[in-house]
């Protein structure tokens, strides 16, 4: 899990307004808060070893076209499920909605999960997850997919901001259990934002 700070961060820029002309600076500020975390010896995912000698995460080239408007649609009565991870590990978590989104000129759907146990703490109580995979992991980005973190929308529309994906931290090192994408969050483009993968370590 990362930082309170880290994910507020994330979700309140996210579901802000747009403005071109502070939009890289706001998502450079995010990456310097993302790079602080992880040379904090509290807060950091790395091995002992890899945290001695990181300096940055490496990042896609900011790009505001993988901020996408999706529509928005939720689902009703849903069962809690047991998500599987890379551990033995089954966390709660119920389909909370779909992001009914066009990307170069073709149509894509991805689930949004809300998780059980983080909708009862107070801070996290608007808090949704979405994983997914595209067609660069493996590829320039981690190979398990990375994940979004969002806040339940107030209307029908929802932003993806892919220059804020970040990698499971099991990215970075084994003794984590993450949560695995589900394939129907399998994109079939590759984006080229966000958090890269990480090279080195001790990581599925």
């Known amino acids: ?34 790079n602080k975390e992880f040379k904090s010896k509290e807060d950091s995912p790395l091995t002992k070893k890899d945290r001695r000698k990181f300096k940055a995460l490496d990042f896609y080239p900011i790009d505001s076209t993988y901020r996408i408007k999706a529509k928005f649609v939720r689902t009703a009565s849903q069962k809690p499920f047991r998500m599987e991870t890379t551990t033995d590990r089954r966390p709660v978590y119920e389909k909370y909605g779909e992001a009914h989104f066009t990307f170069n000129g073709q149509d894509h759907v991805l689930e949004i999960y809300q998780s059980h146990r983080l909708r009862e703490m107070a801070k996290y109580k608007d808090h949704l997850f979405l994983p997914f995979r595209d067609r660069s992991c493996g590829n320039g980005s981690y190979g398990g997919g990375r994940y ?39 994109l079939k483009f590759e984006v080229k934002a966000g958090v890269k993968a990480f090279e080195g370590g001790d990581k599925h």
């Open 1 to 34: 899990m990362r930082t309170l700070f880290t994910v507020l961060f994330a979700v309140t820029f996210a579901a802000s307004g747009f403005a071109q002309d502070t939009y890289s600076s706001k998502i450079k500020t995010h990456q310097l808060e993302l």
């Open 148 to 186: 979004l973190d969002l806040n339940i929308p107030d209307g029908e529309e929802i932003i993806l901001d892919f220059n804020l994906a970040y990698n499971p931290y099991c990215a970075y090192n084994s003794k984590f259990s993450c949560p695995i994408v589900p394939k129907i969050n399998s």
